[in-house]
């Protein structure tokens, strides 16, 4: 006997639904934090005022300013200067910055302030470069000559039997000059290698926008692009095996510094479609409450700047007895130690209420703070031309007070849903497929068709739906019939036209 197929119990569509909370795909942020003014002289010392100067002129936040500062400058120490915690444990300098605002909040202004000083410095480099590059192109041209005249006589002396004369010195004009780089704006991951095996400092990845580069990573190689940024961030050694060659690309130290801005809605939804694996996480970000629209009176000095980055640039590596060179290690002196093992413990106690990317980025926050404070000690020698020997407590107390304080407070605004628990998070991006789709039912099948990440088994789903039934955006379809119903829900027609 052939059972009877299963019968779905219409659910009437025009019963009085109520209004759905659209909050769940747009969660209210906190509000945008505020560094007193006492408490920025402090962070950032000598270079306060000229940071407050280029917001005004660029019309743009000044957290913009200071956080393109640190990356821009931690990218130009780059290798020469390295932080030692404690025994075991090292950190570089280097500091991804993202500048989170709407179009017309001044983030491209905000990055301009300091990449302008850095396109001069580049354009230096450069000019010196083609200078290097056509002395090498004479020497080359002699040494072709040189070169040529010896395989003759050599050829000559084999054929009467006799020794041939040794190679010239002059018959070589040795390995072409590189040509120094400080930024770099899209390339792959191949040619950044090639970049930092070669130029070997540090390099500064700086993009107008941040997500569209973050989306698209991993499109075109099959996963190879977010290993290579994940490690650059580290400063360890990575080696970039390519189709078209035997030899690999060997770098030593791999680190780029990351800078670049992106809107509110963008990273909202870059956040809920990417994996976490940690790379979002390591960027300290800052979202600031837009400015008004002021005709500023200030005048920056941009000649300062360029003089303090250019002096950052001349800071030379270790050189080792066998020629190689590696970073020079800047060591916490004992009450720098103590401070930064406080600030562990307080970051600790920040994890316990946090989840998710929030919790993945507070667990990063000691090495932050680290690198802060290195680039910081780095800043006020380039400022008043006195290095520090080391990384002391107050070095480390400016760090973990703008790190723990400001910067911790920026990345829960930033993160939204992201920072959310995980059933929130799931009901936000199923929610976002209701409206782009304008889905009139829905079911736990459907959605595991779609192999979201985080958003695939019935438990991950089940409390995702709970939370959009209680937002008044689902109701359960009731079925009958013989066998184990699949979880079905009708939309709430209200939504349709809502933004």
């Known amino acids: 006997m052939t059972s009877a197929p299963a019968k779905t119990i219409p659910f009437n569509p025009a019963a009085d639904w109520s209004a759905p909370d659209t909050s769940i795909i747009r969660p209210d942020r906190p509000p945008a934090p505020v560094m007193a003014d006492h408490e920025f002289d402090t962070v950032f010392g000598p270079w306060a005022d000229w940071l407050r100067t280029a917001a005004e002129v660029k019309g743009a936040p000044v957290d913009f300013v200071a956080l393109a500062l640190l990356s821009t400058a931690s990218a130009i120490i780059g290798n020469t200067r390295w932080a030692v915690p404690w025994d075991g444990w090292i950190e570089p300098p280097v500091i991804w910055g993202m500048l989170i605002g709407d179009p017309s909040s001044g983030k491209s202004p905000a990055l301009d302030a300091l990449l302008d000083p850095v396109k001069q410095i580049d354009n230096a480099l450069s000019a010196e470069y083609l200078n290097n590059r056509q002395d090498w192109a004479d020497k080359d041209e002699v040494a072709k000559l040189v070169l040529a005249e010896w395989k003759k006589d050599a050829k000559a002396a084999i054929a009467e039997g006799e020794e041939p004369p040794e190679k010239p010195k002059e018959a070589d004009a040795g390995a072409p000059p590189v040509r120094d780089r400080i930024r770099i704006t899209d390339t792959t991951t191949e040619k950044a290698a090639v970049l930092m095996a070669d130029g070997w400092r540090g390099l500064l990845l700086s ?14 190689n099959g996963g190879g692009d977010r290993p290579f940024w994940l490690e650059s961030f580290g400063g360890r050694s990575f080696t970039v095996d390519r189709k078209n060659s035997p030899e690999p690309i060997m770098v030593d130290h791999l680190s780029i510094a990351i800078l670049g801005g992106t809107q509110p809605d963008k990273l909202d939804s870059l956040l809920l479609h990417s994996d976490d694996d940690g790379l979002l996480a390591r960027f300290l970000t800052v979202f600031p409450a837009q400015v008004p629209l002021r005709r500023p009176t200030a005048v920056l000095d941009a000649e300062r700047m360029q003089i303090a980055l250019e002096r950052l640039r001349a800071l030379e590596p270790f050189t080792d007895e066998q020629g190689e060179q590696r970073p020079f290690m800047l060591h916490l002196n004992e009450p720098a ?8 413990q307080q970051c600790r106690e920040w994890e316990g209420d946090a989840s998710g990317l929030m919790k ?24 008043d031309g006195e290095e520090a020997t080391a990384i002391n407590q107050g070095h480390l107390g400016r760090a973990c007070h703008y790190v723990g304080e400001h910067m911790r407070k920026h990345a829960q605004r930033a993160y939204g849903v992201a920072s959310m628990p995980p059933e929130v998070r799931a009901a936000s991006r199923i929610g976002e497929i209701i409206k782009a789709e304008g889905l009139r039912q829905i079911s736990t099948r459907n959605i595991q068709r779609r192999d979201l990440v985080g958003i695939q088994s019935a438990k991950e789903i089940g409390p995702a739906f709970a939370v959009l039934q209680d937002a008044g955006w689902l109701a359960p379809i009731q079925q009958s019939g013989p066998g184990r119903p ?9 939504l349709e036209g809502m933004k």
């Not at 993945?360 to 400022?383: E, N, Q």
Request: glycine share 8%; aromatic share 10%.
């Open 207 to 220: 993009r107008d926008e941040l997500s569209g580069w973050l989306g698209s990573m991993d499109r075109y």
């Open 337 to 344: 130690q103590d401070a930064l093992q406080d600030f562990r």
């Open 360 to 383: 993945s980025h507070i667990g990063k926050l000691p090495g932050m703070a680290v690198r802060v404070a290195t680039v910081l000690a780095l800043l006020d020698f380039a400022a």
């Open 486 to 494: 699949s979880k079905s829900y009708a939309v709430n027609p209200r």
